[in-house]
Every structure is written in C-alpha cells, then in structure tokens.
C-alpha cells in the first residue's frame, strides 16, 4: 500500500511538471486573420467627414459599408439626409463614356469635389486603357534607363446633379506637381522659391506653368539674391539625397509665406543653418550605387543651432525687410495664421493668411530652454514689435495658437496648472480667465465673433469618465459657465462648421462601434448619421479590447490602460503579458476611440498573449501640467516604474496573467522606453523589441530632448548665453540586461538616426551580451513598405522567447505572402 501511494504521489509530481511545462504553439492563423490587406476588406469608415458648403449649412460626405459606398448630402435646417446621386444612373453613364463597366455597388471616384455652384460634382474614374505618360519626355530624360511608358488613362467627370448629365473635361495636371506656388488671395500674384531666392510671377504666367512648367515665355519676377544654400527663403531638400538635390536645383519650390488679405505684403521666416553640423544616412539599395544624402540636424546641448529671422515685404515699395526681434539666444519664431474656413477645404485655391490685420500681426518667440514665451504684435507703420503678453515658467512651455475677437485676444496658457483659455485686451491686459478648475482644454475648435462665443474642446470635466474622452464645450467671452455640447461616456471627436451653428459629432471607445450624429450649437440632436458597421469584422471572430484603471507607482495617481485578448481567449490558461508602449510626453500608446493602431495590439495578442497599453506619469499632455511634466529632468527611467506597477497590480488581478513572463515593445520612443525597461527592470521584463529607438538623447534632435528633458540655460560672467545638457543613455546600462533583446532600425532614418540603435548594440557586444539586430534597408522612421515583414519578425521572437514555442518558422512568411497581389 505504501508503495501504491508513492507511486501515485510521483505521478501526481510528475503530471505537475508536465503541466507548469506545457508549451502552447503561437497562434499564427490567428493573427493572419487580421492582417492589414484583410482589416481594409472587414473594416469601413468609421467616422463622417462633413465637407461643409459655403452657400448654406448643408455638408456632403462618403460613407463606406459592407455593401459599399455612399454619397450623401444633409440639410441641418430641414433635417435631411439624401443620395448626393443615383449610384446606378451615374455608374451607366461613366460605363457608357469609359467604355469599361462600372456599376453602383462597386464605384470608386477619386478626388472627388462638389464645384461653387453646388450642384456640380467633378471626380475622377480611371479605366483600363493604356496611355502614354503625359511627362514621358521629362522621365526619359532625367532617367534613360526608364521603361514604363503607359500609364492607365484617367478620365475626369462633371455631374450636374439636378439634370442628372455628365460630361468629360480634359484631365487636369496632378495639383501635386504645382505644390511650389503661394498664390496670393486675390489670385494675382504666385511667390516661389528658385535656386534658395524668393521670386513672384503673375497670374498670366502661373497659367502658363499650369499648362507646362517648362514653357520658355514664363516670365519670372526675382526678389532677392542672397539666398544660398542652408541659408534659402524656402525649404531645404531634407529627405533628398545629395544626387537628388543636385537634380533639383533649378526646381521652383514652396516658400512658406503668411499673405495679408489685400494680397499686398506677405511675412515669411528664414532660417540660417550653415553652421549647424551635417548628418548622413547611406541609401544602400539605390541602382546602381549606394547614394548619400546630408542633411542638418541640430543636436541637444550643441552651440551651433539654427539661427530664425523674420520678413515683410511690401509689393507697394517692393522692400523686403528683415524685422529686428532679437530677444532669447537661439529663440524659435512660431507664425501664426488664419484658421482657414471650414468650407474651403476643398477649394483648390486657399491663400494662407496671416494672424492680423493689414496693420499689424502676430506671432511668438520663445527661449531655447522653452521656459520663456513672448506672444508679440508686429506694427507695420512704427516698424516696432509689442510685447502683449508674456510667460514664464520652471518647466517647458506649451501653448496654443493665439484666438482674435475684435479688440480682444484669446490666450491658452497652463500658467494654474491646467490649460485653459484667457482672454486679454489688445494692449495686453488680462481681462478674465475664462475657463478654469482641474480639467484640460485642448484647443479652439471655432470663435464665433458675432455671439462673442468660444467652442473649444476639452477633458477631464466630467466626472466618472475615463478623463482622457473629449467633448466639446462653449463659453462666452463675456464670462459664465461652461457649457457641455456632446454629452455621453465617449470619446467625441467633432467638426464644427463656420457660423457655429451645426456640428457632426462622432463618438466611441475602445469598446464600442463608432457612431456619428448631426448636433446643433446648443447640444441638441438634430440627427443620426451613420453607425460604423463591424459585421464583417466580428463575422472573422474580432471581440472588443477591455479599458482597465490601476494605480501608478506612487500609489495615488490614477492610470489608465486597455487590455487586448486573444479572440480564442481562454480564462484557465496562463497567458504572457506584453505591454505596447510609448513614454510620450507628446502623447500615450492608449487608444481611446475605436479602430486606431489595431496592428500593434488586437493582432499581436492573436498569437497567444494578454497585450496592454497604458499610460504613465510624465505621459500625455491632456491632465495636468504636473503629470505632463513628471519626466522633466529624468528622460531615460521617469515612466518604467509604473510600468512596472501595472504588471504587478494586473497579475494581481487576474489569474490568467503569467507574471514570469513579461514581455515589452514599443517604436521610437517605445523603443528607447522598451529597452530601458529590459535595463532597469531585468528581473522583471524579460524580453523586448524594441524599434527606431532614440537610445542615446545626445544624438536625437535638440527640440525634442531639450524640451522634455531640459537644458540648462548659464549666463557667463562674460554676459555670454550657454547651455548645458546632459542626459542618462540605455547604453550606460548593457551590463544589465538579462532577458532577450530585439534591436532594429531603419538604415535611412533621418529622424531617430541609426546611429542610436547602432550605438546600442555596440555596448551590448561590449558587455557580452547576445541580442538580436534587425536592420531594414532603405526604410525611414515609420519602416514603410516593410512594416508587414518587422510585425511577423516580431511575433516571431515573442512566440520563441515568452511562449517558449522553439520550433523554428518555415523561411518563407507564408502568412505574409498570402496577401501579396498575385504576379500577373
């Protein structure tokens, strides 16, 4: 009998081993299911994209369903919603002019625009026949080796939606290919930039170039003649490289001029950057030899820095004058322009207008440390800057466009502690505070000048609500309440038009199909809109994310999170857990509205992981200036502690969540976030990948690193202005990392540059440590055409290293493969 139960009791030892051991394969046709060619084919709109009309308060808008796409026009007054036109008649027309069949269900128009009168649509259908390429002769004689000649013949459409006619009109040029002119707002004049110079053409000669930019009669009027380069009136060529630069040299480009309404004077910056030092990337897979491109790039802390000044000219006394603003050392100059009216967005003309009068405009200047802001008004007949307001902090200052109304000036400031709005007289005095108490205001959404009314939105306000949901709110100028708009425990995301009068308000979470609905200014619905359909999504066995609350390391301050499963989720499973992070401080990995980064989350967890992503103090912008600025001075570790508090109080929770295996990846700044965890937390996080990362804040662009972490501004006894950064690098701790390790980058990254990855990895061999490096050639910041591959690389080392699934993937990423257009 003893032997009995000691046998019994080593089986019971052994099955318990057996159990703890189980090794669960990853899920690969799971999260196939849901990849992006298949989500385009399951997933529509999702929200109503209101073109307001200029003649009325009508809108028109498309809206795509399982069953296709719709047209549709509204009337807020009248409480309508109609068919823009009959899809069939209109599909039989195109049919019969294209001589390609087209019908109703299935009709694809591009560019499609309702004309001045209202009741003329022009669109685009492009057809099956081959043409030759109308700038043929220019391809073929920048690039000999060209072979492509054909293109598919575009035809371009009228349809008079009262007679129901359509016809053909010749097919217009790309507008892409005149993105150089800045045309003045009476059509008069077109600014550009030629050879780092400022010249203008008139409108005659601009026709010209509409019809061929090479034509030898355009007559072209030049302004200046300093300009070289890095020291340009324009932009430079960042993004070129140097052989393409060289190509372009003679090319007209866009000068990014602010016009005055009289279409007289117009106000520019220009930038000096020929003592900022040179960076380079290698494109190693250009034919047929490697090329490089250069490019400036200020670094934190450095003494060479782009030196701004600002402009006005007069066409009356054609002087271009350069305006004395000298205030801060290295300061930044932010212009400000009109908002544009809501009903031009499809204008193919919009002249872009600067924050004024004909007498005077605004703009900021700001310290390099970022903690000094002047908000200045420029007085064209006394040729003198105004201060009108100023602020001043200990930490960086954020603040939004200046507001006009009439005599009176709308300022967002976070000077209490919470961002809201102020309003202040043209000579500067404060006049009121106009919303105030411990929520956010995100912006200006419209001013309506006539009931002296500011709509705007904002969060935090309500109680109960997860305090990231934004809602819109008004409130008068003249002082009063706060009135909420769009009521309801979503997040509302609105478009107001002109006379704020109507707006279309689209709301949802995480967790709810998005809805869009037709409000008017006092809150009131007017009309349901659309709700997205999700049948066929959900039909593929998609199930709702899960939001969640827990607290930061400090025990106090709330944090909030969403929790994505596996779609075949089951609860007596132990699960690994993988957070998807980014540190902000521009902003959180957390989804707070459907159908936003599905690929970095939904899909990741298909393989056979619980994926989180949550906030953490120092993170978004939209709380407090306290939490905003948590990370200020501590830029490598300030949010890893309530990463690690979240791990902790979720597996605390529940039981499905294996605490023992952690796993972490995030892009840029998650990827630098990512890699630290793994650094400061290696018994914790145990494997991570991490992608673009600015590993080492030395080397990542100045006006991210010195914000966020801060520089340090030192006066000299000489009176000489100097600054001193120093930051906290992952490489300093290789020694530390314990669990497995994925690095990737780009190879021409010009934004995180490789080298931080690079240098990364340099320190790990170093150390004697084993890792991965991924590198992917010719992508950029955002891995392009390669994002598909580094998602399956990635599953494929979480499934290796946090499931314990060893058997290797066959070469070939089938599950890839199976959504690339088949070879014809």
């Known amino acids: 009998m003893r032997k009995i139960l000691l046998l019994c009791g080593l089986i019971l030892i052994n099955l318990s081993v057996l159990a703890q051991e189980t090794v669960y394969k990853g899920n690969y046709e799971l999260a196939a299911r849901f990849s992006p060619e298949k989500m385009r084919k399951m997933l529509f709109s999702t929200s109503v994209d209101p073109h307001w009309m200029k003649k ?27 068919q823009l036109f009959d899809k069939d008649k209109l599909a039989a027309e195109i049919t019969k002019a294209v001589k390609d069949p087209f019908d109703g269900q299935h009709l694809k128009l591009d560019d499609m625009k309702l004309l001045e009168d209202e009741n003329t649509i022009r669109f685009k259908v492009k057809s099956t026949q081959d043409v030759l390429k109308k700038d043929w002769a220019e391809i073929k004689a920048k690039n000999k080796n060209s072979k492509d000649s054909l293109e598919k013949k575009v035809h371009t459409f009228l349809y008079n939606i009262s007679t129901q006619l359509l016809s053909e009109i010749e097919t217009e040029k790309d507008p892409k290919r005149l993105a150089w002119a800045n045309i003045a707002p009476d059509s008069s004049k077109v600014v550009f930039v030629k050879e780092y110079n400022l010249y203008w053409m008139d409108k005659a000669n601009f026709l010209k170039a509409v019809k061929d930019e090479k034509d030898s009669t355009i007559v072209e009027n030049q302004l200046t003649a300093d300009g070289e380069e890095d020291y340009e009136y324009g932009f430079g060529d960042r993004g070129d490289d140097n052989e393409e630069v060289e190509k372009k040299k003679k090319d007209r480009k866009r000068a990014g001029i602010l016009w005055s309404t009289d279409s007289k004077q117009f106000i520019l910056t220009r930038t000096d950057q020929r003592k900022v030092k040179n960076l380079w990337v290698i494109h190693n897979t250009r034919d047929p030899r490697p090329t490089l491109e250069t490019y400036k790039y200020a670094m934190p802390g450095e003494k060479e820095q782009p030196q701004t000044e600002l402009l006005h000219f007069s066409f009356d006394s054609n002087k271009l004058s350069k305006l004395p603003i000298a205030t801060f050392k290295d300061q930044t100059v932010s212009l400000w322009s009109k908002t544009p009216p809501a009903n031009t967005r499809d204008d193919d003309f919009r002249p872009t207008l600067w924050l004024g009068n004909l007498n005077e405009f605004y703009f900021a200047i700001t310290s390099r440390d970022l903690k000094k802001v002047d908000v200045i008004r420029w007085n064209i007949a006394s040729n003198q800057k105004e201060l009108v307001i100023e602020e001043r902090s200990n930490t960086y200052i954020d603040f939004e466009k200046l507001e006009i109304a009439g005599n009176d000036l709308i300022w967002w400031s976070e000077r209490d502690g919470w961002g809201h709005f102020y309003l202040y007289g043209k ?13 956010h205001t995100a912006g200006a959404a419209r001013l309506d000048e006539k009931s002296r009314r500011l709509f705007f939105t904002a969060n935090g306000r309500e109680k109960g609500e997860d305090p990231y949901y934004e809602h819109m709110y008004s409130v008068s100028l003249d002082g009063g309440a706060v009135t909420l708009l769009n009521k309801g425990d979503f997040n509302h995301d609105i478009s107001i038009n002109d006379n704020a009068t109507f707006f279309v308000n689209n709301y949802s979470r995480v967790n709810t199909a998005p809805v869009s609905v037709l409000m008017d200014r006092s809150g009131a619905k007017i009309m349901d809109l659309e709700t997205a359909d999700l049948s066929q999504l959900f039909a593929a066995g998609y199930k709702f994310p899960e939001p969640f609350k827990f607290k930061a390391d400090d025990g106090v301050t709330d944090l909030y999170g969403v929790m994505y499963k596996p779609f075949d989720f089951d609860s007596t499973r132990k699960y690994p857990i993988i957070q998807y992070v980014y540190p902000g401080p521009q902003t959180e990995a957390v989804n707070k509205a459907f159908g936003r980064g599905l690929d970095r989350t939904d899909r990741l967890a298909q393989f056979g992981f619980v994926v989180v992503t949550l906030g953490n103090r120092g993170g978004h912008p939209a ?21 690690k508090a979240a791990v902790e109080q979720l597996a605390d929770r529940h039981p499905f969540i294996d605490r023992n295996k952690v796993g972490i990846h995030g892009h840029s700044g998650g990827g630098f976030m990512s890699t630290a965890a793994m650094l400061v937390y290696p018994d914790v996080f145990k494997v991570a990948v ?21 520089v340090q501004e030192r006066i000299l006894p000489s009176g000489d202005t100097t600054f001193v950064y120093q930051i906290e690098k992952n490489p300093d701790l290789a020694k ?3 669990g497995h390790l994925m690095l990737s980058t780009g190879d021409v990254d010009n934004n995180v540059h490789p080298a931080g990855t690079i240098r990364m990895a340099n320190a790990l061999i170093k150390a004697g440590k084993r890792f991965e490096l991924v590198m992917l050639p010719g992508q950029r910041h955002g891995y392009g055409d390669m994002t598909e591959y580094f998602f399956w690389k990635m599953g494929d080392y979480f499934v290796q290293h946090l499931l314990g699934d060893n058997t290797p993937p066959p070469v070939d990423m089938i599950e890839m493969q199976r959504d690339k257009p088949k070879d014809k």
């Open 427 to 439: 000579d500067g005095s404060l006049k009121r505070q106009l919303t105030s108490g411990p929520y």
């Open 623 to 643: 709380r407090s200036k306290w939490y905003h600025n948590y990370g200020y001075g501590s830029l490598r570790d300030y949010g890893l502690a309530d990463k």
């Open 736 to 738: 530390n990392l314990k």
């Open 56 to 82: 009325s308060d009508r809108f028109w808008y498309e809206y795509e369903t399982s069953d296709g796409k719709n047209w549709y026009v509204v009337d807020p007054v009248r409480k309508t919603k109609t």
């Open 690 to 710: 991490s992608s673009a990362g600015n590993h080492e804040n030395n080397i990542y662009n100045r006006w991210w690193s010195e914000k966020h972490h801060g």
